[in-house]
Nanobody, 114 residues
């Protein structure tokens, strides 16, 4: 079993910043891609971005230039640095890792007030 624990969500004003963390533990042999999705109220879950084991990153157009994904392979942890936040970034953010399968975090609420 693989467990992912997220932290760092909360309430922030527009223009502010938040940093999310997601730590994986359990029966992990090797983690390949790590990434983030989000789901806003009444909308489908959408990809935020991902980072490959070697460090290559890719982002949704809506967050490009504002969000940065990084990882610490020694700690099996992925981070999401969110800057210049907008009210439309309000959502539950879910991390995932691809190992023997895809595993998901429990989700953390990010609320951006205008």
């Amino acid at each position: 079993q693989v467990q992912l624990v997220e932290s760092g969500g909360g309430l922030v004003q527009a223009g502010g910043s938040l940093r999310l963390s997601c730590a994986a533990s359990g029966s992990i042999f090797s983690i390949n891609t790590m990434g983030w999705y989000r789901q806003a109220p009444g909308k489908q879950r959408e990809v935020v971005g991902f980072i490959a084991r070697a460090g290559f990153t890719n982002y949704a157009d809506s967050v490009k230039g504002r969000f940065t994904i990084s990882r610490d392979n020694a700690k099996n942890t992925v981070y999401l640095q969110m800057n210049s936040l907008k009210p439309e970034d309000t959502a539950v953010y879910y991390c995932y890792v691809d190992s023997s399968g895809r595993y998901w975090g429990q989700g953390t609420q990010v609320t951006v007030s205008s």
